[in-house]
């Protein structure tokens, strides 16, 4: 575990918690970083297994981490090991939780889900400790489906979610993203990438930790981007980029592990391939792009088929299934987007349709008003 509360209590004090993954986590921050604006004290929780240990001490926030992670499902001995520990590991964590909260007394406690996200709300209801949640996916995370009854509000990252709720402490806010994405100039940004700016660009990215499954299909068909002249930008994580970063020696192609300047990415591509995750949809439908969207098919509750759905229906995005890679119809779709510019700005005025840029205000206000 990891503690930096070496901190002077400005303002009341509020615990967030949730990490794991970029997804959970961004929400987080960008709730955090708006109510520390407004006078608040800020202390994160997170887990020391995901991505957050690295953000938080990086960025140097207020934060605590617990030393819990999910159930592991493959059968490797190093799974088993874990998932034998996990009890444990759930006690531990559970008492530390109780332990912070009666020591910081904070007004509220705000979870974004992931792994750390649950024990911390858990606590908190058993020390009469106003909770809320921020759910980003149309299907609520087993944390928000435990907590629901005992939340003081749920902000809903999709409108599609409000049916899921009978009880009236849900709201639909659209879903927060960082505060430093900013709209620049689309040939700028080709420009600085070292792209043609005459040229369409495409942007494949998978989330915070790379997409293995699509990887290994595009290192497998990269002649598609080559002998089209494709301009292509590609995020692949850090499991893939050893292996892969050898197209870089292609003028057209840029490999990168972790992509720092998303506005930037964002910004200058025309065409956007993407899993289905709330956050990435969320980014997109904020810079107003064309997608093309592959869902993670072991997502939970199918939750990013059923996010990718929400847009399809809306003639926002179009739908690739993981299986109907090896059929050629991503590069299929991308010609034909290519190829039709006013198909591209239909898919990104619809886009722009469900963009929700204020829901980090719309939170921030509904959080202040209930505390």
């Not at 070496?6 to 993954?21: A, L, R, V, Y």
């Not at 509750?301 to 109907?324: D, M, P, S, V």
């Not at 719309?362 to 505390?371: P, V």
Request: hydrophobic content about 40%; aromatic content about 8%; some cysteine.
């Amino acid at each position: 575990m990891y503690i930096n509360i070496n901190i002077s209590i400005m303002g009341k004090m509020i615990f967030i918690t949730g990490g794991g993954t970029g997804g959970h986590l961004f929400p987080a921050i960008s709730i955090g970083e708006e109510l520390i604006k407004r006078g608040f004290s800020i202390i994160y929780i997170g887990s020391k297994h995901g991505i957050e240990k690295k953000y938080f001490k990086k960025n140097r926030l207020t934060h605590y981490l617990l030393n819990i992670k999910g159930i592991q499902r493959n059968l490797s001995f190093k799974s088993i090991i874990n998932n034998i520990l996990l009890p444990f590991r759930f006690t531990i964590s559970y008492i530390l939780s109780i332990a912070l909260i009666k020591k910081y007394k904070p007004v509220t406690i705000i979870g974004t889900g992931g792994y750390a996200s649950a024990l911390p709300l858990i606590a908190a209801r058993h020390l009469n400790i106003p909770i809320m949640i921020q759910e980003q996916n149309s299907i609520p995370g087993i944390t928000t489906r435990l907590m629901a009854k005992n939340a003081k509000k749920i902000f809903l990252g999709f409108k599609y979610s409000e049916k899921l709720f009978t009880s009236n402490n849900s709201i639909y806010t659209g879903n927060p993203i960082r505060k430093d994405l900013k709209i620049l100039n689309k040939n700028e940004c080709k420009s600085n990438l070292k792209f043609d700016k005459n040229k369409k660009l495409v942007l494949i990215i998978g989330g915070s930790q790379g997409a293995r499954p699509i990887n290994k299909y595009i290192n497998e068909n990269i002649d598609f981007f080559i002998k089209n002249d494709i301009q292509l930008m590609w995020q692949v994580g850090s499991l893939d980029y050893n292996k892969i970063n050898r197209y870089n020696k292609y003028k057209n192609i840029k490999i990168t592990e972790f992509i720092t300047d998303m506005s930037e990415a964002y910004s200058a591509a025309d065409i956007v391939v993407s899993r289905a995750g709330a956050i990435a949809i969320s980014e997109l439908t904020f810079f107003k792009k064309a997608m093309i969207l592959i869902p993670l098919p072991s997502a939970a509750n199918n939750h990013q088929n059923i996010n990718a759905n929400y847009l399809n229906e809306r003639k926002a995005c179009i739908i690739i299934n993981q299986a109907e890679l090896n059929e050629k119809k991503l590069e299929k779709k991308i010609l034909d987007l290519l190829k039709n510019e006013k198909k591209i700005n239909q898919l990104k005025q619809n886009a722009d349709s469900l963009s929700m840029p204020k829901a980090t205000i719309n939170i921030i206000n509904n959080i202040t008003r209930s505390i």
